[in-house]
């Protein structure tokens, strides 16, 4: 563009000096910043710094793409966006120039909050590790199907706290097994809730921790509680390296009868139906009972049904007994599926039209094993069927075991899909040689965790990165079915980014776990790609995630 000319002209009678109308141009402008404000957001988040903003010139018009955002202090500028991972006050100069060198610059300020950690050990059973004193965890994490950590500086006895929470019956002694690997010859300490049980001497190769606690019976009359359970390491000089590979559980429960796991269940949240257009469903009572109607017939003597899911988690060789109250308004045919997870009617106790209070003694073995459902399934004709007061009870009566395993990261391939999955101190890294068409023809599947409460109230983040740019589906669903409390598409760069994603509105209750797809037609031509996944958290939602 060229100079503009202003020219002056000077009249010596008077010594004024007079701007002549006829031949002043106009001085160039310098281009204005607008929308840009102070941002507070969340660590872990990435933000888009030109959301709202603009560089205008009155000469060049929109000069947006030519903006310059540098951030003090340095965090890397992208295409406008910003992620940062460490909470604290940022500035950010947004600067831009014309094309007759004019300039604007104006500053800006990020605050950055730390985030509220609800869960760190979605990949390991539930078990950490931390370092106190001088001691320093190198690596920590899921390592094949083991709870790995390397550390410097456990000279000192107690200087590494292996860490897990257990829910014990109080008023039991059980008796705990840790199945431990070491480098290194050392000391060992359990301790249960802040006070030692256990003294332990750590050799090279296997070890095998056994000893004893009891949860103390407390005023409230409750019957279970949580124990927090610690292995303290020290005098493990240098660098060392342990492995956890299981946890076992050992108690006696009493000669007889059946201890109470579900009493007049709130069924608020935990009924669904099949997608039909002929019926109605829904709870009453407070949430005490629920019911299907029938307002069509059809030819489809099992298209209607209810689904109600107890929340009880079925174990290998327990007894239940299970009842409720149930109500038809027509003697129409129906029965009712005691069932294992949603889609496992095939494996269910079927009870042909039950009526008045119903009481039924189910066995967890073979199959049968999972989450409780019951299943109203109702014949072809009009009716109304109500369930109610559902109650779940265990038997007991010998000695019980448990053990924590830590369960390895699993790849699925379908169609065209291949690949490969390990982990290395928490990081999973899947290959993927070749890419089907379907989500699930490449798919990574993580370890099951326990997740209780309303969904809305977490974010879920990882880092990710990938040897090329690919399309990726990320699910958060039930470790033995399909209902998902987290969908979404996300794009996995070259460059590691951080992913931070809400919560459906739902409720939680049972085992979990964390689905990457691949498998996609915006993938097929890709081979031989490496993805990267890490630093996997559980956060509480706060106010700045909208």
């Known amino acids: 563009m060229k100079n503009k000319i202003i020219k002056w002209l000077v009249l010596p009678i008077t010594g004024a000096v007079l701007l002549s109308g006829c031949s002043a141009q106009e001085a160039n402008q310098a281009p204005v910043l607008r929308g840009i404000n102070d941002i507070s957001c969340l660590a872990d988040s990435t933000i888009d710094l030109l959301n709202g903003v603009a560089a205008l010139d009155a000469e060049d018009g929109d000069i947006t793409p030519s903006l310059e955002i540098t951030i003090t202090p340095y965090v890397a500028v992208t295409d406008g966006y910003a992620t940062f991972t460490e909470a604290g006050r940022y500035e950010a100069v947004y600067k831009t120039q014309d094309s007759a060198g004019l300039s604007a610059r104006t500053t800006a300020y990020i605050t950055v909050q730390e985030r509220e950690v609800f869960r760190t050990d979605i990949l390991t059973e539930g078990f950490s590790v931390r370092a106190d004193g001088n001691a320093e965890i190198i690596a ?3 390592t094949g199907s083991n709870y790995t950590f390397k550390f410097t500086g456990g000279e000192i006895a107690e200087d590494i706290s292996l860490s897990r929470s257990f829910n014990l019956a109080r008023g039991t002694e059980y008796t705990f097994t840790y199945y431990l690997k070491s480098n290194r010859t050392g000391k060992a300490r359990a301790v249960a809730d802040g006070a030692a049980t256990a003294e332990f001497d750590i050799s090279e190769g296997e070890n095998v921790l056994r000893f004893t606690h009891t949860l103390p ?4 009359g409750e019957d279970f509680g949580i124990c927090e359970m610690q292995i303290l390491l020290g005098e493990l000089e240098g660098e060392a390296e342990c492995s956890l590979s299981k946890v076992e559980t050992q108690y006696a429960e009493q000669a007889s009868g059946y201890a109470q796991i579900v009493e007049n269940l709130d069924l608020n949240g935990r009924i669904s139906n099949r997608d039909d257009l002929a019926q109605d469903f829904g709870v009453t009572g407070g949430g005490t009972s629920a019911f299907v109607e029938i307002t069509q017939p059809t030819g489809q003597i099992w298209q209607m049904g209810l689904f109600v899911n107890t929340g009880v988690e079925l174990k290998e060789g327990n007894e239940y007994v299970v009842s409720f109250g149930i109500e038809s308004k027509l003697d129409n045919y129906f029965e009712v599926c005691i069932q294992h997870d949603k889609f496992k009617d095939s494996d269910a106790v079927i009870l042909a039209k039950p009526r008045g209070t119903v009481e039924q003694t189910i066995k967890a073995e073979g199959s049968f094993k999972g989450t409780l459902w019951l299943f109203i399934r109702s014949g072809a004709a ?3 069927i109500t369930v109610s007061d559902i109650c779940v009870k265990k038997k007991l009566g010998g000695i019980k075991r448990e053990t924590f395993s830590i369960q390895p990261v699993e790849a699925k391939h379908g169609g065209e899909g291949s690949g490969n999955v390990k982990t290395e101190y928490g990081k999973i890294i899947y290959t993927a040689e070749s890419f089907g068409t379907d989500w699930s023809s490449n798919e990574v599947a993580g370890t099951a965790f326990t997740l209780s409460g309303a969904a809305e109230n977490y974010v879920i983040s990882f880092k990710a ?3 090329s740019a690919l399309s990726c589906a990320f699910i958060a669903n039930t470790a033995t079915g399909w209902n998902d409390f987290v969908w979404e598409k996300i794009r996995i760069f070259e460059e590691e980014r951080v992913y931070t994603l809400r919560c459906h509105k739902k409720n ?7 689905l990457w797809q ?4 915006e993938n097929a031509d890709l081979k031989n790609v490496t993805v990267e996944i890490s630093d996997i958290k559980i956060y ?7």
Not at 518 to 521: D, H, Q, V, Y
């Open 217 to 220: 019976v407390v005023n409230t």
């Open 540 to 546: 509480y939602k706060s106010e700045l995630d909208g």
């Open 140 to 142: 920590e994490g899921l």
């Open 508 to 514: 939680l209750d049972g085992a979990y776990r964390f």
């Open 382 to 384: 009009v009716n109304k």
């Open 465 to 467: 990165k990938a040897s």
């Open 518 to 521: 691949f498998g996609t037609s």
